[in-house]
């Protein structure tokens, strides 16, 4: 898949953009492939657009397999010329009514924070469309870690997600 530089106006609208390629880019791996640390580049000016500074896509690091984003995120801090910082990881959901894990049903989640705070989550799971919120109303220790990694302000909601 190639990366085209995208052509929005504002940050939330190039973060839904970044999130639709990397879950189609997801898709294409299959299930069960390492999570991806994804470092956000956007245009000096503070305008629309997400890629690296030729305009090729964003920066993907693929965390070894086993590796939680978590243990790659303790005590990191993106470097001041990152525009933001995301993950794409998978795993087993879990039934909250129980808190037990359906090994069957695996889940895709992609969080996606910018230097301003602005937010977009994905999450799908196995079969099914994917599901996209913007803002930040998804909580858990992820979303928590990447607004620190970028010296937001982070409360964990204790869920692991």
């Known amino acids: 898949m190639s990366w085209s530089k995208p052509t929005t106006d504002t940050t939330e609208e190039a973060l839904l953009e970044l999130l639709t390629r990397l879950d189609s880019v997801r898709e294409e791996f299959g299930w069960g492939a390492p999570a991806w640390l994804v470092e956000i580049v956007l245009p000096a000016d503070g305008g629309g657009g997400i890629g690296e500074a030729d305009g090729t896509g964003p920066a993907l690091c693929i965390l070894p397999?086993?590796?939680h984003p978590l243990v790659a995120l303790d005590g990191f801090v993106a470097p001041p010329e990152w525009g933001g910082i995301g993950v794409v990881c998978e795993g087993a959901t879990r039934d909250l009514a129980t808190g037990r894990?359906?090994?069957?049903?695996?889940?895709r989640v992609i969080h996606?924070?910018?230097?301003?705070?602005?937010?977009?989550?994905?999450l799908r799971q196995r079969g099914q469309p994917l599901h996209v919120t913007v803002g930040s109303g998804v909580e858990g220790d992820i979303p928590a870690a990447l607004r620190r990694a970028l010296g937001l302000p982070a409360a964990s909601g204790g869920v692991r997600c």
Request: aromatic share 0%; glycine share 20%.
């Open 101 to 107: 894990r359906n090994e069957g049903d695996r889940a």
């Open 112 to 122: 996606l924070v910018a230097r301003d705070g602005t937010t977009v989550n994905g």
């Open 65 to 67: 397999p086993g590796l």
